[in-house]
């Protein structure tokens, strides 16, 4: 007997219902301090994406993992992909782990996206744009607290389609793997400064798609290094 499932959506672009959706997007939420594995909310985002793509209809569309890594991540040794051949990445991107989970969970290979090179939420957005392949609109998969930086300040300044949100629920201490002892969920809440920071990337960018996803991602780099310099050392 199927068991019917239902999101909480936020909305993004007026009028826009979860009917209408045919893609989804994963933004990456960092990664295990291997660089080898996902952090237990982006595992949780994986999740809610891979039941939320199974409603869609027939005509549904991909599903686009994105996230490499921050700035600040020099964890986990050297990898490579055949998909990106001469590249040499520090860790497993975000993407990555995020797609090898949907295809564990029965997705279908052709349909589950690996945006491998933005460095942050913003570029996050903007590297997407280039693998849904038509301008049907997207639900953004995460965290209250994560899309309510995304809805407004975000995705009008870096999507070319409409948008919503479905919200990731909080995580329980029981959702924390046992190869993580110790780790405690954190609250669903974001640094004060991220707000700020997301705004300063996306501030008046180039129309052209491949120039905007560069000069965010020149942006990003520069603000990570002075969080650095001011002693911030995690996932903004």
Known sequence: ??????????????????AEV?????????RTATGDGLTPEGAARVAVAADLFRTLGADRG??????YKSPADHKGRPWTTPEAPGEVFCGVPEADLMRDALLASGGDPFLVRAERHSVDTVTNLLHA??????????AIVSQRSHLQRILPIIAPRTLRRPYLGVVVPPLSPGAVPSSMPGVVPPPD????????????????????????????????VLLW??????GKREYL
């Open 1 to 18: 007997m199927a068991v019917a499932l239902s999101f909480e959506i936020l909305p993004g672009t007026p009028g826009l219902a979860l």
């Open 22 to 30: 045919a893609h989804v997007l994963v933004p990456g939420r960092g």
């Open 62 to 67: 991909v599903i686009v993992c994105a996230g």
């Open 129 to 138: 744009e280039s693998h849904f392949g038509d301008s049907r609109p997207v």
């Open 189 to 220: 809440s974001e640094h004060f400064l991220a707000d700020l920071a997301s705004r300063v990337i996306a501030a008046r960018l180039p129309a052209d798609p491949a120039r905007a996803a560069t000069v965010a991602t020149r942006r990003a």
């Open 225 to 230: 290094r002075l969080a650095q310099a001011l």
